[in-house]
């Protein structure tokens, strides 16, 4: 279910810990499985456990609590509009609601299509900027207006059809 790279990755991220904090690392190897897989399964969570020698729920507590995990998996650009209070004094519901029905799906859906799935998150520490998103976890988009979601998305799908 793993690759044998996947395994190796694990190891140098293991190997910046101390022998006995080894579980240190399980953030760094939740983010390779879901690099590998496209997000962190039941079952990947387990291997994750056995592999640092922790518990099974330990590991899934991790999974559970940041929103930077997938447990299902999702489209190929994730959308996490903050939608925090602060964000929300500054139109993130807004443009939650603007991308709700641009792509026709609702939280935590995804696209028929399969590219967009979205979702609201909390605070991402960008709250003079708001309303903000992040795209795959990666890219910060501030101050989104509907002009501004709707030129994301179009340009999304463009490089989708682009030759």
Known sequence: MISEETKLRFAQEVAKFPPEQKQSAVMACLA?????????SFE???????YLGMAP?????????????????VGKYKLNVCTNLPCQ????????????????????????DGLFTLQECECLGACADAPVLLVNDRDM??????????QLVDGLRAAEVAP
């Open 57 to 73: 729920i330990a590991v899934h507590e991790v999974t559970t609590f940041y929103n930077m995990y997938n447990t299902e998996p």
């Open 89 to 112: 004094l500054r139109d993130g519901r807004r443009a939650m609601n603007h991308l709700k029905n641009k792509l026709g799906i609702d939280n935590h859906q995804t696209t028929s």
């Open 32 to 40: 390779i499985v879901q690099q590998e897989l496209g997000f962190v």
């Open 44 to 50: 990947s969570e387990q291997l994750v456990a056995d």
């Open 141 to 150: 988009c501030s101050l989104m207006s509907d002009e501004k979601l709707d």
